[in-house]
C-alpha cells in the first residue's frame, strides 16, 4: 500500500501542468541524472572506443597460492597518471584480489580497495571502510564457501606466460588469471564459458580528495556528481566518500538468453539495454509502477542467470548498494556491465549442465526458501482495510456460508492506533484475543502489518530513541523523516542492539496467540519526504555504515529481525512464524514471502505478474504472488475470474483490495461469478498435498514452484522466450493462464510426449515440440498433466486446510507413452519444526504397465501420524487401451480384489475405497 502525499502531490502538479509521464519517472534517477551511472556508461563507451592501455594489472609480486585461505590472492594495481605527465608521476592505488574455487561448479572472486581511514570530510561515526558485509546477510550461515581443493600452473609463470591457472581437483571448473591486463576467464568441462574483465570495464573509484578531483583519474574517468549529487530530490546527499562506484563486466560465451536481477515489471528473459536505461536494482515504494521497465521496485536479488541447451551459468554480485546492469545481446554471446555505488566487487558465479542446477547452487549459499505453515499457501483475504473485529469475523462467516475455504485474514494499517505500530485502535479491536480465539476454532489466521517506521512520542518510538536504535544522520542524530504516521524515526535492524528491542516489541505485541502473524510493508524503506522515496544516502547503520552501502539489504534486516522475534516468541510450541516482506534482498527466501507490491487491477499487470512470479522463482525465492485481481481499481468480472484462474498457481495466493476499491471478497460476487471463483479456490486446496511437497522440494535444494519451460526441458531450443506458461513444481503440471480480455482461446507450447487435459483426463499426444491452440471459455482455466506423473490430492471441501489435515487422499495416475508414471507425497504436521528431527513422511509412488506401487523413503517415529486413507485411486487411460476389471492389492502377505469403475467413454478408470492408508507400503495390480 502507498500512495504518498508527497507523490500524489506531485502527480497533481504533473497533472496539471501537461506531463504524460508516471510519477515514478519522475522520482527516480535516469542513469543520466546518477552520478556513478553516467560515469561508468561513459567509462564504458571510452574503453570501448580507445582499447588503450590497460590501467588495472596485478602485481605478480603480490601473488601468493598455496599457503594462504585462498585458492589465489594478489594485488590488483591501478595506475592514474598524473595530469599531464607521465606515468611515473602518477599514483597506484593498490587493489586486493582473490579469487576461489568452491565445491559444486562454484567460483568467487573480491576486489577491494584497502582506504585511508582518515576521511577529509568525514565524522568519526563513518565506518572508513568500503562495506564488505552484504555476503554476511545474503550467505546461510551454514553455508560452505571455503575454497575447495585446486592444482596451480605456476610454472609457466613468470616467465613464459602472462597468465595462472587454477583447476578445481574435484570438479570441472578452471580460472585463468591473466595479469598485465587483468582479466578471468572461467572454463567449464575445458570450455571457456565466462570472461570477467573482457571488455576492461573494471573501474574502482579509488579514494580521493575533492582538491583531488580532477587530478586524480584516468582520462575515461568522468567527474561529473563525483562530489555532489544534482539531482532535484537529493541534492542535501554530503557524499563523504566522493565517487566510490565500482564496476566490472562479464561476457557470457555461448549464451544468447539471461534472466533474473528481480525486481521488474518486465519479461522473464531480460532486454537488451544498448538504447534504453539500465536494469536498476535499488529498492523504492513505486505506487503503480510502470510495466515493461527497467525502473527499480521494492526488492533486489543481483543474480543473473545465464542459459541455452546444455549449458547454464549464473552471475551473483553481492554487493547491496544502488546498481545498474546493462545487458548487450551479441550473436554469439552476451555482454554484461554491473556497476554500483559503494561497496566491494564480491562475485560468485555458479555453472552447470542446466538452469535447475544454477538455482539450487544458489540457494546451497544464501540458503534454501523456508518450508512454511500449510495453512500458508492456501487462500488469504486482504483488505485495506477490515474495519473492526465485526468486519472480521462477518468475512470470516460469510466465507464458510458461500462454501470459499480459507485460511488468513488480513489486517493493513488501520487496526493500529493512530498508526502507530505495536498498538491496536481501541474502539475497533477492543479484544484482540477474543477475535484470534473466534478464528481459530477453524484452525484460521491473522496478519497485522507492523512496519519499520515508528511515529514519534509514544513510549515504543522512544524507547527506540533512547536506546539509539533507530537509523541515524551523518552527524550521529536520529533521522526523522515522512511516513504513514507523520512524523517518524526507523528501526535500525543492522544494529544488533537495536535487534534485541525490535525483538522485545514483537514479543510484546504477539503475547502467546496461537495464529497472529506479520506483515513487513514499506521496508525498502518508504519514507515519503525522502529522496526518490526511500532514505538519504547519507544515513548511517549500526557499524557506521551508510545508508548509500547497504540500501537494499536493509529490507531483508527488517524482516529476518522480525522472524527471529517470532520464532522466539513461539518457541515453547516450536510454531513457524508466517511472515510477509514487501523489501528483499538475496536470502529472503529463508524467512519471509513477499508479493509483487502494488498492482492495478487491468490485463496488463496480470499478464505481467506471471513473469514477474516467475522470475522470483528461478532466482530461488518462490514463495511469491500479485494481488488478485490488483490491488487499485475495481476489475470487471472477467478479469476478476482470469485473474483467480492464474493467482490459483502463484506460490503465495491472495485476494487484496486498495481502501479506496469496491469490497470483492469472494462471497460477494455475483453468480456465476461466485461459484466460478469458489472452485478456483477449492482446486488450490485439493492441491495442496502436491503443492506442499513442491514447497518441500524446494526447500531441500532450493529449485522453482513455478518452473518456466526451459526449467523443466532446457534441452529444447523453443523454450527460452516463453514466460506466460509454466510447470508447478516438478509435478509434470503445466498451466497457461489467460491474461488477454475477450479471449476464449489460448496458444499453448507443448513439448512432445503424451499430455492430458486435467479436468477430463482426455489424453493428446505431441510428435514433435509445437504450440497448439486450446478452448479456453470463461470458466475454463487451461491446465495440463504431462504424462510420467502421478498427483496427489485431498478433493473433500473443508473450510481451511487445518481441517483437511487428516482428510482422505486421492491419487490421480497419469502414465505416459512407455506406460510409465511416478509421484511423490510429501507431508508433515505443517505447523511447527517437529519435521527437522524426522516428524514426516515421504512417499514415492510409481506406476508401470498397470502395477502401482507405494514407497515410503521416511516415517515419522508414531505410525499413527500422517496415516490418511487413500480414498479413490484415479488412472488414466492415456494411449493404451485400458479396460482392466478388477484390481488386485497386496500388502505385507495380504492380498484381496478390488472391483475397478470404467467404461469405454470414460477417459480413466477409478478404484475407490481400496482399503490403504499413506503408512504402509503396497501395491495393485490390474488384470483385464
Ligand atoms: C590519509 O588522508 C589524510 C587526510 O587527507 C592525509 O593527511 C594522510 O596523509 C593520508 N594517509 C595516507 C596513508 O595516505
Ligand atoms: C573538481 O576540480 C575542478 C578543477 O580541477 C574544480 O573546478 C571543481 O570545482 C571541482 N569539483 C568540485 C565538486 O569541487
Ligand atoms: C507502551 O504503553 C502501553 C500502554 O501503557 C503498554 O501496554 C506497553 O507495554 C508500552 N510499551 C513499551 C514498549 O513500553
Redesign the pocket.
Known amino acids: 500500500m502507498h500512495l504518498t502525499n508527497f507523490a500524489s502531490r506531485i502527480l497533481l502538479v504533473l497533472v496539471l501542468i501537461g506531463q504524460t509521464l508516471a510519477f515514478t519517472d519522475y522520482l527516480l534517477k535516469s542513469c543520466s541524472q546518477s552520478g556513478f551511472c553516467l560515469r561508468n556508461r561513459h567509462y564504458a563507451r571510452e574503453m570501448q572506443k580507445a582499447r588503450k592501455q590497460e590501467a588495472y594489472s596485478i602485481d605478480p609480486t603480490s601473488i601468493q597460492t598455496q599457503d594462504t585461505d585462498h585458492s589465489f590472492q594478489a594485488n590488483i594495481l591501478k595506475r592514474v597518471p598524473s595530469q599531464n605527465g607521465g606515468e611515473a608521476s602518477g599514483k597506484t592505488i593498490v587493489l586486493p584480489l582473490f579469487v576461489d574455487i568452491l565445491d559444486g561448479g562454484k567460483v568467487r572472486f573480491k576486489i577491494n580497495e584497502l582506504r585511508n581511514s582518515t576521511l577529509e570530510r568525514g565524522v568519526d561515526v563513518i565506518n572508513p571502510k568500503r562495506y564488505d558485509e552484504a555476503y554476511m546477510w545474503a550467505f546461510d550461515k551454514s553455508a560452505n564457501v571455503s575454497p575447495a581443493d585446486v592444482d596451480i600452473s605456476t610454472s609457466y609463470w613468470p616467465s613464459r606466460r602472462d597468465d595462472i591457472e587454477i583447476k578445481s581437483k574435484d570438479s570441472e571448473v578452471s580460472v585463468r588469471v591473466h595479469l598485465t591486463k587483468f582479466r578471468i576467464e572461467i572454463f567449464y568441462r575445458g570450455k571457456l564459458v565466462l570472461v570477467v574483465n573482457d571488455r576492461m570495464l573494471l573501474n574502482v573509484e579509488h579514494q580521493r580528495s575533492l582538491q583531488e578531483n580532477a587530478s586524480q583519474k584516468l582520462p575515461e574517468e568522468l567527474t561529473f556528481n563525483d562530489f555532489e549529487d544534482s539531482f532535484q530530490y537529493s541534492k542535501e546527499d554530503s557524499l563523504p566518500f566522493g565517487p566510490e562506484s565500482v564496476a566490472l563486466d562479464f561476457t557470457l560465451i555461448g549464451i544468447n538468453d539471461v534472466y533474473g536481477i528481480p525486481e521488474h515489471a518486465d519479461s522473464l528473459r531480460l532486454k537488451d539495454t544498448q538504447n534504453t536505461e539500465p536494469y536498476r536494482l535499488f529498492n523504492v515504494d513505486v505506487f503503480e509502477y510502470n510495466l515493461q521497465a527497467k525502473t527499480p521496485m521494492y526488492g533486489a536479488i543481483p543474480l543473473m542467470i545465464g542459459a541455452k541447451p546444455g549449458f547454464a551459468a549464473g552471475v551473483f554480485w553481492v554487493n547491496s548498494a544502488d546498481t545498474w546492469v546493462d545487458i548487450e545481446y551479441d550473436e554469439s554471446e552476451t555482454k554484461t556491465h554491473w556497476i554500483s555505488e559503494a561497496g566491494v566487487i564480491d562475485v560468485m558465479i555458479f555453472l552447470a549442465d542446466n538452469p535447475l542446477e544454477v538455482t539450487s547452487a544458489y540457494t546451497e549459499v544464501t540458503g534454501r526458501p523456508q518450508l512454511p505453515m500449510i495453512s500458508s499457501i492456501g487462500y488469504h483475504q486482504c483488505r485495506w482495510n477490515y474495519n473492526d473485529e465485526k468486519d472480521v469475523l462477518t468475512v470470516d462467516s460469510q466465507m464458510d456460508k458461500a462454501g470459499i475455504p480459507y485460511d488468513f485474514i488480513w489486517l493493513d494499517l488501520e487496526y493500529t492506533d493512530d498508526k502507530k505500530f505495536?498498538t491496536w485502535k481501541p474502539d475497533a479491536f477492543p479484544n484482540p484475543e477474543r477475535m484470534l480465539r473466534k478464528l481459530w476454532k477453524l484452525g484460521r489466521n491473522l496478519v497485522t502489518l507492523i512496519d519499520p517506521h515508528l511515529k514519534i512520542n509514544y513510549?515504543?518510538s522512544e524507547?527506540v530513541e533512547t536506546s539509539k536504535s533507530s537509523v541515524r544522520n551523518h552527524d550521529d542524530s536520529s533521522y526523522h523523516g515522512h511516513c504513514w504516521p507523520g512524523e517518524s524515526i526507523w528501526i535500525d535492524t543492522l544494529s544488533s542492539s537495536a535487534r534485541k528491542v525490535w525483538r522485545q516489541?514483537i514479543d510484546?505485541f504477539l503475547m502467546n496467540y496461537d495464529n497472529l502473524h506479520i506483515w513487513n510493508d514499506m521496508n525498502e524503506p518508504s519514507i515519503f519526504s525522502g529522496p526518490e522515496t526511500t532514505a538519504p544516502k547519507d544515513l548511517l547503520h549500526g557499524g557506521g555504515f551508510e545508508e548509500r552501502s547497504v540500501h537494499n539489504l536493509y529490507g531483508l534486516t527488517v524482516h529476518e529481525a522480525t522472524y527471529e522475534a517470532m520464532k522466539e516468541s513461539y518457541s515453547n510450541k516450536a510454531k513457524r512464524p508466517f511472515l510477509l516482506t514487501r523489501s528483499f534482498f538475496a536470502g529472503s527466501q529463508r524467512t519471509a514471502a513477499t508479493w509483487t507490491g502494488d498492482n492495478v487491477a487491468n490485463w496488463d499487470y496480470l499478464h505481467i505478474s506471471v513473469p514477474m512470479c516467475l522470475t522470483n522463482n528461478i532466482v530461488g525465492y518462490p514463495f511469491i504472488g500479485a494481488d488478485i485481481a490488483g490491488f487499485s481499481g475495481d476489475p470487471t468480472p472477467e478479469l476478476l475470474i482470469r485473474w483467480y484462474q492464474a493467482g490459483v498457481w502463484y506460490p503465495f495466493f491472495r485476494g487484496h483490495a486498495h481502501i479506496d476499491a469496491e469490497r470483492r471478497e469472494p462471497y460477494l460476487l455475483q453468480e456465476p461469478v461466485r461459484s466460478i471463483v469458489r472452485d478456483i479456490i477449492r482446486l488450490r486446496y485439493s492441491l495442496l498435498p502436491t503443492f506442499y511437497t513442491a514447497f518441500h522440494v524446494s526447500s531441500i535444494n532450493g529449485t522453482p514452484i513455478m518452473n518456466p519451460l526451459f526449467y523443466v526441458h532446457p534441452e529444447l531450443e523453443g523454450v527460452y522466450d516463453i514466460d506466460d506458461q509454466f510447470y508447478l513444481g516438478q509435478t509434470g503440471l503445466l498451466v497457461k493462464p489467460v491474461t488477454e480480455e475477450g479471449a476464449t482461446e489460448v496458444s499453448v507450447f507443448f513439448p512432445s510426449g503424451l499430455f492430458y487435459e486435467y479436468e477430463s483426463m482426455k489424453s493428446f499426444s505431441i510428435d514433435k515440440p509445437r504450440r497448439i491452440t486450446i478452448d479456453a471459455p470463461l470458466e475454463k482455466l487451461p491446465l495440463f498433466i504431462e504424462g510420467g506423473t502421478i498427483i496427489v490430492r485431498r478433493d473433500r471441501y473443508r473450510r481451511s486446510s487445518k481441517l483437511m489435515a487428516n482428510d482422505p487422499i486421492t491419487l490421480l495416475v497419469a502414465p505416459n507413452k512407455e506406460g510409465r508414471a511416478s509421484g511423490k507425497l510429501y507431508t508433515d504436521d505443517g505447523e511447527t519444526f517437529a519435521f527437522q528431527t524426522g516428524e514426516y513422511i515421504d512417499i514415492s509412488f510409481d506406476y508401470e504397465q498397470g502395477v502401482l506401487t507405494s514407497r515410503i523413503n521416511h516415517k515419522p517415529s508414531d505410525g499413527q501420524l500422517f496415516a490418511s486413507k487413500i480414498e479413490k485411486i484415479i488412472i488414466a487411460k492415456g494411449d493404451a487401451a485400458q479396460s482392466s476389471s478388477y484390481a488386485l492389492l497386496k500388502k505385507g502377505s495380504n492380498e484381496w480384489m478390488q472391483s475397478v469403475e470404467y467404461s469405454e467413454e470414460s477417459n480413466f478408470i477409478t478404484i475407490k475405497n481400496p482399503h490403504l492408508n499413506l503408512q504402509e507400503m503396497w501395491s495393485m495390480i490390474l488384470h483385464g
Open positions: 505495536f513510549n515504543v524507547l516489541l510484546g
